[in-house]
T-cell receptor, first 115, second 112 residues
Framework: KAGVTQTPRYLIKTRGQQVTLSCSPI?????VSWYQQTPGQGLQFLFE???????NKGNFPGRFSGRQFSNSRSEMNVSTLELGDSALYLC??????????????FGPGTRLTVL | SQQGEEDPQALSIQEGENATMNCSYK?????LQWYRQNSGRGLVHLIL?????REKHSGRLRVTLDTSKKSSSLLITASRAADTASYFC????????????FGGGTRLMVKP
């Protein structure tokens, strides 16, 4: 079974631009989560989508948004990019069985550099 | 904010030795997961241990969980150079679904 895929793998943008990152979960997985990783703040939860609905949201400004499609693929968008948005963005998918957290499988990440 | 904190932040050992990493967290959890990350790449899931479990094994990995102390440890036995990576513990907030809070990680270097 193919793993979680993320596109693009690397991205360079300038301040003020916007960016869209894509994530394809493992086949059959319905939950997709996004995380931001920076040297200063570490790994931080952005949001989680399940069945096209945002189930949880982390403490990030409204410039960060996401969505999930009916095939469980997900996109996240960052508008009005700032230098501090430079990070590795990781997507994770899981089965989400019941109320308990399930094992999350991560993609390789998208390395975003904002100049 | 980070719920989990790993200790030590960095660890350097020789091949064949055992490596022990510790994780402490603050609030009640449903489960705790350990992940490995190689040099800025994606996270690889190692083990998930539920709050009603005390110990779990997977190959050369042994994870313990002490919910009374809000701590967990990851033991890698007979380490190899390929085990060189950063290791993170991740906890979930009760009934919050797939929302993980990660610790700062332990950077492990295994010298051949």
């Amino acid at each position: 079974k193919a793993g979680v895929t993320q596109t693009p793998r690397y991205l360079i943008k300038t301040r003020g631009q916007q960016v869209t990152l894509s994530c394809s979960p493992i086949s059959g997985h319905r939950s997709v989560s996004w995380y931001q990783q920076t040297p200063g703040q570490g790994l931080q939860f952005l949001f989680e989508y399940f069945s096209e609905t945002q189930r949880n949201k982390g403490n990030f400004p409204g410039r960060f948004s996401g969505r999930q499609f009916s095939n469980s693929r997900s996109e996240m968008n960052v508008s009005t990019l700032e230098l501090g948005d430079s990070a590795l963005y990781l997507c994770a998918s899981s089965w989400l069985t019941g109320a308990l957290t399930d094992t999350q499988y991560f993609g390789p990440g998208t390395r975003l550099t904002v100049l | 904010s980070q719920q989990g904190e790993e200790d030590p932040q960095a660890l350097s050992i020789q091949e064949g030795e055992n490596a022990t990493m510790n994780c402490s967290y603050k609030t009640s959890i449903n489960n705790l997961q350990w992940y490995r990350q190689n040099s800025g790449r994606g996270l690889v899931h190692l083990i998930l241990i539920r709050s009603n479990e005390r110990e779990k094994h997977s190959g050369r990995l042994r994870v313990t969980l002490d919910t009374s102390k809000k701590s967990s440890s990851l033991l890698i036995t007979a380490s190899r150079a390929a085990d060189t990576a950063s290791y993170f513990c991740a906890t979930d907030v009760n009934n919050a679904g797939n929302m993980l809070t990660f610790g700062g990680g332990t950077r492990l270097m295994v010298k051949p």
